[in-house]
């Protein structure tokens, strides 16, 4: 049975049990890699688009975006372009090679993250076990592998838990090099916070085990590993604000109108479904023991994906590690993992060479985009340019890719830069509340509509005096209203 004792075997192993093998986290991070190459998901975010524009635009004025360029209702606000760094990559990657440019960029990201993940699961699990636990991990990714800052921060998150951990099975503070990764991490995505929170923990389960005599160093080595990393994360253009940019998000009322950040829906069998019953059977069936610290971290990463979507990711990254050393300990395994041989360097050679490969072919047959979820590229291209220059007011998911054709939306993914009272107004307007409707309609001029064909506010605008369709397909409606244009 799952046991909150710390039992004396259920302590983090020695260094000596860790290896140097390469397989394991060669073919992962080549399944990871391929995986991004091929999945069209990866690239059906309306999000990446204004992600995209951003960057650009910070590359050609060669500065940071501190307000709004790119919308109609919030030109000139100020905006906290937190994401800066992964939005001047995406740029970069975009530049060099077009969207399959991006994609391989994404696919890199994952493929590293993947490799640092079974990296670190390879020193407690065996081969099968090894196997299963990636897979696992990797299919609770997989609705987040999309094209978007939080999976270039990933490969970040894995290294930064390992780091960690690798600290307590050595019985040491973590390594001051180790707080230099906050300085990237905080400028690619505001996840960096959680990794902050991370350490809390983590420190004061040294604290607790560590021997009386030792406890005032053992203070001192965390606190000041603690203080360093904080020092990092304020390395951004932000500084005091990028730390305080995460509570006001999460503060916001109006993301519960936002997909991601809707409860995980088990009305159909899921990645994670699937994997919580499988671990919950073995940990169950096997009697795992978690240190309590560690199993308090793991129950709060769970409530955290049942809350959100978007941070099954974290449950699948950073619970996964947690569960590999008491999961080893409960198969009665007992790895002392060799350093690799030729056969090993040999394997890990040609994955590497295939990971070329892949990217040689996706460079060879660029990747053209297509009408999608989040690219009405058919249904803009029917709405003339006179038109376009004039307010319009389209769907959430539209307005990225509105923003990356130089058109200025009414409303698109940056949810914290338009706040809760607009957001929420435009939420009510879309459900639809006709008076709510009327009165966005009314206010911003609104000439033209550009929505999702299933969006109910589409039979509104067909029944509309004064409107009347202009275009329609199987994933967008425009409407227009008469004479504005």
């Given at each position: 049975m799952v046991s909150l004792a710390p039992p004396l075997d259920a302590r983090p192993a020695a260094a000596a049990?860790?290896?140097?093998?390469?397989?394991?986290?060669?073919?992962?991070?080549?399944?990871a890699f391929a995986f991004v190459l091929a999945a069209p998901q990866v690239l059906n975010?309306?999000?990446?688009?204004?992600?995209?524009?951003?960057?650009?635009?910070?590359?050609?004025?060669?500065?940071?975006?501190?307000?709004d360029v790119f919308s109609y209702t919030f030109a000139g606000q100020p905006w906290h372009t937190h994401e800066w760094l992964a939005e001047v990559l995406m740029a970069l990657a975009f530049r060099a090679a077009g969207w399959s440019g991006v994609i391989l960029l994404y696919a890199a990201a994952a493929a590293a993250a993947m490799a640092i993940l079974a990296r670190r699961l390879g020193r407690a699990l065996p081969p099968l076990s090894l196997g299963l636990a990636l897979l696992l991990a990797f299919g609770c990714m997989s609705p987040s592998l999309l094209a978007r800052p939080h999976l270039l921060a990933l490969p970040l998150l894995a290294a930064w838990t390992s780091g960690l951990l690798g600290a307590r099975d050595q019985g040491r503070a973590p390594p001051l090099a180790l707080a230099a990764l906050m300085i990237p991490w905080a400028n690619l995505h505001g996840g960096y916070f959680l990794g902050l929170a991370l350490i809390a923990p983590f420190a004061l389960e040294a604290l607790v085990e560590a021997p009386l005599e030792a406890r005032r160093a053992t203070l001192r080595g965390w606190a000041l590993f603690g203080l360093a990393s904080v020092a990092a994360g304020l390395v951004t253009p932000f500084g005091l604000a990028g730390l305080a940019f995460p509570f006001q998000l999460l503060g916001m009322t109006s993301l519960a109108g936002v997909g991601e950040w809707r409860p995980t829906d088990f009305s159909r069998v899921g990645p994670l479904e699937i994997a919580l019953v499988a671990s919950l059977y073995v940990m169950v069936q096997r009697g795992v023991r978690l240190l309590p610290l560690r199993l308090a971290l793991l129950l709060l990463l769970l409530h955290m994906a049942l809350q959100h979507n978007r941070h099954q990711i974290l449950l699948a990254t950073i619970g996964v590690m947690l569960l590999a050393e008491p999961l080893g300990k409960a198969l009665a395994v007992d790895r002392k993992v060799a350093p690799d041989g030729p056969a090993g360097r040999g394997w890990a050679a040609a994955c590497v060479l295939a990971a070329v490969l892949l990217a040689g072919a996706r460079l060879a047959l660029p990747i053209v985009r297509v009408d999608g979820p989040s690219a009405p590229i058919a249904a803009l291209g029917h709405v003339p340019a006179a038109l376009r220059v004039q307010p319009v007011f389209n769907d959430y998911g539209f307005g990225g890719y509105l923003i990356a054709q130089g058109v200025?939306?009414?409303?698109?993914?940056?949810?914290?830069?338009?706040?809760?009272?607009?957001?929420?107004?435009?939420?009510?307007?879309?459900?639809?509340?006709?008076?709510?409707?009327?009165?966005?309609?009314?206010?911003?001029?609104?000439?033209?509509?550009?929505?999702?064909?299933?969006?109910p506010v589409v039979g509104v605008m067909d029944r509309r005096p004064g409107w009347r369709r202009l275009y329609a397909d199987r994933y967008a409606v425009v409407h227009v209203r008469d004479g504005a244009f």
């Open positions: 049990r860790s290896g140097d093998g390469l397989v394991a986290p060669a073919l992962a991070g080549l399944m975010d309306g999000d990446s688009w204004w992600h995209l524009a951003a960057g650009g635009w910070m590359l050609d004025h060669r500065r940071i975006l501190h307000a200025r939306p009414f409303i698109d993914g940056r949810t914290d830069m338009y706040g809760d009272a607009f957001t929420n107004a435009y939420f009510r307007a879309e459900q639809p509340d006709l008076a709510r409707l009327d009165a966005l309609l009314a206010r911003w001029k609104v000439s033209w509509t550009l929505l999702a064909a299933g969006d």
